[in-house]
């Protein structure tokens, strides 16, 4: 499975961006996708997860309420949108996919198989 991750970018703290997922998986909607991001000397956390066949979503603690993460499996496509944007939101972002997670797993990166490139965000304040 490849994924390609695009939408990063510079804005300015309270804007918006969207982040996409593109996957080559035939049966994108079995995968759980997640989003991760790591920032400059920092561990790379997790930010969402959105389980497949309709499973759930889970968030970081820090961005519940301002990014959702949604999906459009006849596109195989999955989305961070991002909102209301802070400094500390400044990262490479980084989503993931896996076909076998069970929900304990979703917030643990080395849990996934399939990784996409990096998108740059850098919210200037």
């Known amino acids: 499975v490849q994924l390609q991750a695009s939408g990063g970018g510079l804005v300015q703290a309270g804007d918006s961006l969207r982040l996409s997922c593109a996957a080559s998986?035939?049966?994108?909607?079995?995968?759980?996708v997640g989003w991760f991001r790591q920032a400059p000397g920092k561990e790379r956390e997790f930010v969402a997860a959105?389980?497949?066949?309709?499973?759930?979503?889970y968030y970081l603690d820090s961005v519940k309420g301002r990014f959702t993460i949604s999906r459009d499996n006849a596109k195989n496509t999955a989305y961070l949108q991002m909102n209301n944007l802070k400094p500390e939101d400044t990262a490479v972002y980084y989503c993931?996919?896996?076909?076998?997670?069970?929900?304990?797993?979703?917030?643990?990166?080395?849990?996934?198989?399939?990784w996409g490139q990096g998108t740059q965000v850098t919210v200037s304040s």
């Open positions: 998986a035939r049966t994108f909607s079995r995968y759980t």
């Open positions: 959105s389980k497949g066949n309709g499973g759930s979503t």
């Open positions: 993931a996919a896996d076909d076998r997670l069970i929900t304990s797993s979703v917030r643990y990166d080395y849990q996934y198989d399939y």
